[in-house]
């Protein structure tokens, strides 16, 4: 089958002979259908994690069960599954059963491929303390940030204010119901928000975490605020604490969100939240290498999907 398979020193290129993978017990065969390029794939081009070479990356997957080992009971060849784990750079992959969960007939493939990055939005609102009425901050428009911006709605958010850089991110922020969308290369994003709210949000997320977006962050917030840091780079940073002081700021972590993507997709199944929009590249097996170097540099892509079969799917 084909696959793009990692390769020391960042690279990445097809095999188109790579071996098809072999169902044992209690393990599931999915077909791809669509497979998301993740913020920590490219980290991990970065060369900031490690993927042993000849490695196939991509963990965001929908498609169809087409084989099932001995033991499963949750899918059955046909069902169509959301799954989380390695390899859906790929035209199949295998997995335990536990990394599946069946698609309701209302989630398309398309958000199906998404429902575990909007389970990381959604699981840093339900863990930021936001409350209905509550005005939030976004620092980073790439899909985690749109994801959480939409989850935040969900909660109940009165306004969500977004800060980005890249246009098509700000573009993406406005196109997905964004109240207001700073560009923080070229605006002071304190004093803009403060002319439009008065003191700034209640809540703020650092989806971007990239140098200098945990203390844009802060300057979002009012007093008495929390930052709920979603986005890691593994990269060091360095802000100045007296932001925590003047704006006596709680900080906290929310990365991961696996126990509650289950509710992700039961919350698209009922037509409650739909991150499709977020969506701006298909990209086929043969066109990745090249888009992984090209979004090394985000500013024209926001949510890239991997089709690996196209119409012969
Ligand atoms: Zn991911």
């Known amino acids: 089958m084909r696959a793009v398979v990692y390769r020391d020193h960042g690279r990445f290129e097809l095999d188109p002979e790579f071996p098809m993978p072999s169902v044992e017990q209690g393990e599931v065969l ?30 965001e997957i929908s498609g169809l069960v087409t084989e099932i080992g001995s033991g499963v009971e949750k899918v059955r060849p046909g ?6 784990c390695g390899g859906g750079y790929a035209e199949y992959v295998k997995m335990a059963e536990d990394q599946v969960i069946p698609l309701p007939d209302s989630v398309t493939f398309e958000q199906g491929a998404l429902s575990e990055p909007f389970a990381v939005g959604l699981r840093a609102v339900r863990e930021s303390g936001l409350r209905a009425g509550d005005r939030a901050g976004i620092v980073g428009a790439g899909p985690i940030g749109l994801f959480t911006m939409l989850a935040a709605k969900l909660a109940g958010a009165l306004e969500v204010y977004v800060a980005e850089i890249s ?9 997905m119901g964004a109240d207001g969308v700073f560009n923080s ?24 975490g990239a140098k200098g977006t945990l ?17 890691l780079s593994g990269l060091p940073d360095e802000f100045n604490p007296r932001w925590l002081f003047s704006k006596h700021a709680r900080i906290i972590c929310v990365p991961g969100a696996t126990e509650i993507w289950p509710m992700s997709v039961e919350l698209m199944g009922q037509g409650r939240v739909d991150p499709s929009p977020a969506v701006t590249d298909i990209v086929s097996l043969d066109d990745l290498p090249r888009y992984l170097d090209a979004l090394q540099d985000p500013s024209s892509h926001v949510q890239v999907l991997v089709d690996p079969w196209g119409d012969r799917f």
């Open 30 to 59: 999915v077909k791809v259908r669509y497979c998301g390029v993740c913020g920590s794939d490219l980290h991990i081009f970065q060369n900031i994690g490690h993927v042993p070479s000849g490695g196939v990356m991509g963990h």
């Open 79 to 84: 069902d169509r599954v959301t799954a989380l």
């Open 167 to 175: 246009p098509a991110r700000i573009e993406a922020a406005k196109r």
């Open 185 to 208: 290369k070229t605006q002071d994003v304190e004093r803009d928000l403060q002319s439009m709210v008065g003191d700034g949000v209640d809540v703020a997320f650092d989806c971007a």
């Open 215 to 231: 203390e844009l962050s802060l300057h979002m917030l009012k007093k008495g605020g929390t930052v709920t840091v979603v986005g």
